[in-house]
Protein backbone atom coordinates (compact mmCIF):
# COMPACT_ATOMS: atom_id res chain seq x y z
CA UNK A 1 0.00 0.00 0.00
CA UNK A 2 2.97 2.50 0.60
CA UNK A 3 4.46 1.29 -1.79
CA UNK A 4 1.96 2.39 -4.23
CA UNK A 5 1.09 5.46 -2.64
CA UNK A 6 4.81 6.41 -2.96
CA UNK A 7 4.54 5.35 -6.76
CA UNK A 8 1.63 7.63 -7.56
CA UNK A 9 3.17 11.16 -5.37
CA UNK A 10 6.39 10.46 -7.96
CA UNK A 11 4.34 10.00 -11.02
CA UNK A 12 2.22 13.24 -9.60
CA UNK A 13 5.32 15.31 -8.89
CA UNK A 14 7.36 14.62 -11.57
CA UNK A 15 6.84 17.05 -14.19
CA UNK A 16 6.83 15.92 -17.96
CA UNK A 17 9.18 17.51 -20.37
CA UNK A 18 7.29 18.95 -22.87
CA UNK A 19 9.79 19.25 -25.98
CA UNK A 20 10.47 15.72 -25.46
CA UNK A 21 6.27 14.84 -25.71
CA UNK A 22 5.99 16.90 -28.39
CA UNK A 23 9.07 15.58 -29.76
CA UNK A 24 7.37 12.04 -29.37
CA UNK A 25 3.67 12.87 -30.71
CA UNK A 26 6.10 14.44 -33.88
CA UNK A 27 7.60 10.60 -34.17
CA UNK A 28 4.50 8.57 -33.89
CA UNK A 29 2.71 11.00 -36.31
CA UNK A 30 5.64 10.50 -39.12
CA UNK A 31 5.38 6.62 -38.26
CA UNK A 32 1.76 6.93 -38.81
CA UNK A 33 2.40 8.92 -42.03
CA UNK A 34 4.96 6.79 -43.49
CA UNK A 35 2.50 3.58 -42.68
CA UNK A 36 0.61 5.19 -45.54
CA UNK A 37 2.64 6.43 -48.43
CA UNK A 38 0.31 7.06 -50.91
CA UNK A 39 -2.34 8.97 -48.54
CA UNK A 40 0.59 11.41 -47.59
CA UNK A 41 1.36 12.01 -51.22
CA UNK A 42 -2.05 12.01 -52.45
CA UNK A 43 -2.56 15.00 -49.46
CA UNK A 44 0.28 16.84 -50.56
CA UNK A 45 -0.33 16.69 -54.51
CA UNK A 46 -4.18 17.79 -53.34
CA UNK A 47 -2.99 20.45 -51.35
CA UNK A 48 -0.59 21.81 -54.22
CA UNK A 49 -3.52 21.77 -57.02
CA UNK A 50 -5.54 23.99 -54.21
CA UNK A 51 -3.01 26.00 -53.56
CA UNK A 52 -2.02 26.43 -57.60
CA UNK A 53 -5.84 27.21 -58.16
CA UNK A 54 -5.70 29.72 -55.64
CA UNK A 55 -2.79 31.13 -57.17
CA UNK A 56 -4.48 31.33 -60.66
CA UNK A 57 -7.88 32.55 -59.57
CA UNK A 58 -5.94 35.62 -58.34
CA UNK A 59 -4.22 36.10 -61.02
CA UNK A 60 -6.79 35.59 -63.63
CA UNK A 61 -8.09 39.03 -61.48
CA UNK A 62 -5.38 40.77 -61.37
CA UNK A 63 -4.94 40.50 -64.88
CA UNK A 64 -7.88 42.67 -65.23
CA UNK A 65 -7.54 45.56 -62.26
CA UNK A 66 -4.72 46.85 -61.36
CA UNK A 67 -5.89 46.71 -57.37
CA UNK A 68 -8.57 45.65 -54.56
CA UNK A 69 -9.23 48.40 -52.45
CA UNK A 70 -5.47 49.50 -52.56
CA UNK A 71 -3.79 45.98 -52.65
CA UNK A 72 -1.71 45.49 -55.55
CA UNK A 73 -0.93 42.13 -57.04
CA UNK A 74 1.80 40.90 -55.20
CA UNK A 75 0.38 42.74 -51.64
CA UNK A 76 -2.40 40.69 -52.10
CA UNK A 77 -0.70 37.56 -52.61
CA UNK A 78 1.50 38.38 -49.85
CA UNK A 79 -2.12 38.82 -47.88
CA UNK A 80 -2.58 35.27 -49.10
CA UNK A 81 0.38 33.30 -47.93
CA UNK A 82 -0.57 35.19 -44.52
CA UNK A 83 -3.56 33.70 -44.20
CA UNK A 84 -2.70 30.36 -46.03
CA UNK A 85 0.32 30.10 -43.12
CA UNK A 86 -2.17 30.81 -40.76
CA UNK A 87 -4.48 28.03 -41.36
CA UNK A 88 -1.74 25.31 -42.92
CA UNK A 89 -0.36 25.66 -39.16
CA UNK A 90 -4.22 25.08 -37.58
CA UNK A 91 -5.28 22.02 -39.91
CA UNK A 92 -1.85 20.67 -39.29
CA UNK A 93 -1.20 20.74 -35.39
CA UNK A 94 -4.90 21.21 -34.03
CA UNK A 95 -7.88 20.55 -36.52
CA UNK A 96 -6.67 16.53 -36.12
CA UNK A 97 -7.12 16.77 -32.13
CA UNK A 98 -9.99 19.24 -32.10
CA UNK A 99 -12.16 16.96 -34.07
CA UNK A 100 -11.01 14.06 -32.68
CA UNK A 101 -12.48 15.78 -28.91
CA UNK A 102 -15.67 14.35 -29.45
CA UNK A 103 -14.23 10.63 -30.76
CA UNK A 104 -12.53 10.42 -27.10
CA UNK A 105 -15.58 11.51 -25.35
CA UNK A 106 -18.21 9.12 -26.97
CA UNK A 107 -15.83 5.89 -26.85
CA UNK A 108 -14.89 6.77 -23.16
CA UNK A 109 -10.98 7.42 -24.10
CA UNK A 110 -11.06 10.86 -22.52
CA UNK A 111 -10.41 9.00 -18.99
CA UNK A 112 -7.32 7.50 -20.34
CA UNK A 113 -6.14 11.59 -21.28
CA UNK A 114 -7.02 12.80 -17.98
CA UNK A 115 -5.34 9.88 -16.07
CA UNK A 116 -1.85 11.01 -17.76
CA UNK A 117 0.67 13.01 -15.68
CA UNK A 118 0.47 15.81 -18.09
CA UNK A 119 -1.54 18.69 -18.61
CA UNK A 120 -5.09 17.82 -20.60
CA UNK A 121 -5.17 20.73 -22.99
CA UNK A 122 -1.63 20.19 -23.96
CA UNK A 123 -2.16 16.51 -24.61
CA UNK A 124 -5.95 17.16 -26.65
CA UNK A 125 -4.51 19.72 -28.43
CA UNK A 126 -0.92 18.17 -29.88
CA UNK A 127 -1.26 14.49 -29.93
CA UNK A 128 -1.66 13.97 -33.72
CA UNK A 129 -0.37 16.41 -36.17
CA UNK A 130 -0.77 15.58 -40.16
CA UNK A 131 2.06 16.13 -41.49
CA UNK A 132 0.80 16.56 -44.82
CA UNK A 133 -0.59 19.93 -44.07
CA UNK A 134 2.27 20.58 -42.55
CA UNK A 135 4.43 20.14 -45.73
CA UNK A 136 2.19 22.65 -47.84
CA UNK A 137 3.29 25.33 -44.87
CA UNK A 138 6.22 25.02 -47.74
CA UNK A 139 3.74 26.51 -50.53
CA UNK A 140 2.75 29.55 -48.97
CA UNK A 141 6.38 30.89 -46.87
CA UNK A 142 7.72 30.96 -50.72
CA UNK A 143 4.37 32.64 -51.96
CA UNK A 144 5.12 35.47 -49.27
CA UNK A 145 9.01 35.60 -49.99
CA UNK A 146 8.17 35.94 -53.65
CA UNK A 147 5.32 38.49 -53.49
CA UNK A 148 8.00 40.57 -50.97
CA UNK A 149 10.64 40.14 -53.71
CA UNK A 150 8.66 41.58 -56.20
CA UNK A 151 7.72 44.34 -54.21
CA UNK A 152 11.61 44.84 -53.49
CA UNK A 153 11.05 45.08 -50.04
CA UNK A 154 13.90 45.74 -47.98
CA UNK A 155 15.09 43.33 -45.23
CA UNK A 156 13.86 45.20 -41.94
CA UNK A 157 14.17 43.41 -39.35
CA UNK A 158 12.20 45.12 -36.65
CA UNK A 159 9.35 44.06 -39.21
CA UNK A 160 10.00 40.74 -39.77
CA UNK A 161 9.88 40.40 -35.76
CA UNK A 162 6.67 42.32 -36.18
CA UNK A 163 4.93 40.09 -39.05
CA UNK A 164 6.35 36.85 -36.56
CA UNK A 165 4.80 37.89 -33.44
CA UNK A 166 1.51 38.77 -35.20
CA UNK A 167 1.30 35.66 -37.40
CA UNK A 168 1.85 33.96 -33.89
CA UNK A 169 -1.22 35.50 -32.56
CA UNK A 170 -3.07 35.02 -35.01
CA UNK A 171 -2.26 31.33 -34.76
CA UNK A 172 -3.11 31.89 -31.36
CA UNK A 173 -6.82 33.43 -31.47
CA UNK A 174 -8.05 31.01 -34.00
CA UNK A 175 -6.42 27.94 -31.96
CA UNK A 176 -8.89 29.43 -29.01
CA UNK A 177 -11.65 29.74 -31.31
CA UNK A 178 -11.40 25.91 -32.18
CA UNK A 179 -10.59 24.38 -28.47
CA UNK A 180 -13.56 26.34 -27.41
CA UNK A 181 -15.96 24.51 -30.19
CA UNK A 182 -14.26 21.30 -29.21
CA UNK A 183 -14.84 21.79 -25.47
CA UNK A 184 -18.34 22.08 -26.43
CA UNK A 185 -18.38 18.04 -27.10
CA UNK A 186 -18.73 17.43 -23.77
CA UNK A 187 -22.55 18.85 -23.45
CA UNK A 188 -23.35 18.12 -27.28
CA UNK A 189 -21.66 14.78 -27.76
CA UNK A 190 -21.03 15.44 -31.29
CA UNK A 191 -20.64 18.92 -32.28
CA UNK A 192 -19.86 18.58 -36.51
CA UNK A 193 -22.36 21.51 -37.27
CA UNK A 194 -19.92 23.81 -34.60
CA UNK A 195 -17.15 22.62 -36.69
CA UNK A 196 -18.77 23.67 -40.05
CA UNK A 197 -19.46 26.94 -37.97
CA UNK A 198 -16.02 27.61 -37.62
CA UNK A 199 -14.94 27.26 -41.77
CA UNK A 200 -17.92 29.59 -42.37
CA UNK A 201 -16.64 31.83 -39.91
CA UNK A 202 -13.49 31.98 -40.92
CA UNK A 203 -13.58 32.38 -44.69
CA UNK A 204 -14.17 36.12 -44.12
CA UNK A 205 -10.60 36.41 -43.47
CA UNK A 206 -9.77 35.05 -46.56
CA UNK A 207 -10.35 38.87 -47.44
CA UNK A 208 -8.44 41.54 -45.96
CA UNK A 209 -10.28 43.72 -43.82
CA UNK A 210 -10.80 46.97 -45.70
CA UNK A 211 -12.41 45.13 -48.60
CA UNK A 212 -15.72 45.10 -46.51
CA UNK A 213 -15.92 48.93 -46.10
CA UNK A 214 -18.19 48.96 -49.47
CA UNK A 215 -21.48 48.72 -48.05
CA UNK A 216 -23.54 48.84 -45.46
CA UNK A 217 -23.72 45.21 -44.88
CA UNK A 218 -19.71 44.80 -45.22
CA UNK A 219 -19.31 47.94 -42.82
CA UNK A 220 -21.25 45.94 -40.06
CA UNK A 221 -19.73 42.44 -41.31
CA UNK A 222 -15.99 44.42 -40.95
CA UNK A 223 -17.22 45.68 -37.46
CA UNK A 224 -18.34 42.38 -36.10
CA UNK A 225 -14.98 40.40 -37.27
CA UNK A 226 -12.90 42.89 -36.21
CA UNK A 227 -13.76 43.72 -32.87
CA UNK A 228 -16.29 41.30 -31.41
CA UNK A 229 -14.82 38.02 -33.39
CA UNK A 230 -11.40 39.66 -34.66
CA UNK A 231 -10.44 37.23 -37.49
CA UNK A 232 -9.77 39.84 -39.73
CA UNK A 233 -7.64 42.23 -37.86
CA UNK A 234 -5.02 38.64 -36.99
CA UNK A 235 -4.90 38.24 -40.21
CA UNK A 236 -4.83 41.99 -42.22
CA UNK A 237 -2.63 43.51 -39.73
CA UNK A 238 0.64 41.01 -40.28
CA UNK A 239 -0.03 41.28 -43.62
CA UNK A 240 -0.58 44.98 -43.64
CA UNK A 241 2.98 45.07 -41.40
CA UNK A 242 4.94 42.79 -43.89
CA UNK A 243 3.96 45.10 -46.85
CA UNK A 244 4.47 48.27 -45.36
CA UNK A 245 1.21 49.62 -45.46
CA UNK A 246 0.10 52.04 -42.66
CA UNK A 247 -2.05 50.68 -40.65
CA UNK A 248 -3.83 53.89 -39.65
CA UNK A 249 -4.78 53.79 -36.05
CA UNK A 250 -2.17 51.95 -33.51
CA UNK A 251 -4.71 50.58 -31.53
CA UNK A 252 -5.50 47.94 -34.11
CA UNK A 253 -2.25 46.32 -33.07
CA UNK A 254 -3.08 46.34 -29.83
CA UNK A 255 -6.55 44.68 -30.43
CA UNK A 256 -5.08 42.05 -32.20
CA UNK A 257 -2.81 41.22 -29.56
CA UNK A 258 -5.69 41.70 -26.57
CA UNK A 259 -7.72 39.13 -28.82
CA UNK A 260 -5.39 36.73 -28.95
CA UNK A 261 -3.86 36.38 -25.23
CA UNK A 262 -7.64 36.97 -23.79
CA UNK A 263 -8.68 33.99 -26.10
CA UNK A 264 -6.26 31.94 -24.87
CA UNK A 265 -7.35 32.63 -21.50
CA UNK A 266 -10.83 32.21 -21.81
CA UNK A 267 -10.67 29.26 -23.93
CA UNK A 268 -8.63 27.38 -20.99
CA UNK A 269 -11.16 28.00 -18.64
CA UNK A 270 -13.97 26.68 -20.65
CA UNK A 271 -11.88 23.88 -21.67
CA UNK A 272 -11.89 23.00 -18.21
CA UNK A 273 -14.85 24.05 -17.24
CA UNK A 274 -16.60 21.68 -20.20
CA UNK A 275 -14.25 18.67 -18.33
CA UNK A 276 -15.80 18.99 -14.90
CA UNK A 277 -19.00 18.34 -16.53
CA UNK A 278 -17.48 15.33 -17.89
CA UNK A 279 -18.71 11.70 -16.71
CA UNK A 280 -16.08 8.86 -17.07
CA UNK A 281 -17.09 6.12 -18.98
CA UNK A 282 -17.12 4.14 -16.12
CA UNK A 283 -19.55 6.47 -14.43
Given at each position: ?????????????????????????????????????????????????????????????????????????????????????????????????????????????????????????????????????????????????????????????????????????????????????????????????????????????????????????????????????PILLVITVPAEVVVGK??????????????????????????????????????
Open positions: MGIAFEMTENVRLKRPHYGRVFATFFRNSLVREMAFRGNFLIEIVTNAFWFAAQLVFFAIIFGNVQSMNGWTRYEYFAFMATNMIVNTVMEAFFMPNCANFSELIRTGNLDFALLKPIDTQFLISFEKLDLGALFHLLLPVSLLGYSLHQLEWPIDPPAVAAYLVLVALGIAFFYSLMIMLASTSVWLGRNQGLYEFWFYITVFARYPRNIYGGSPAGAVLQFVFSYLIPLGTSPIMLVTAAAAIVGLFVSRRVFYFALKSYRSASS
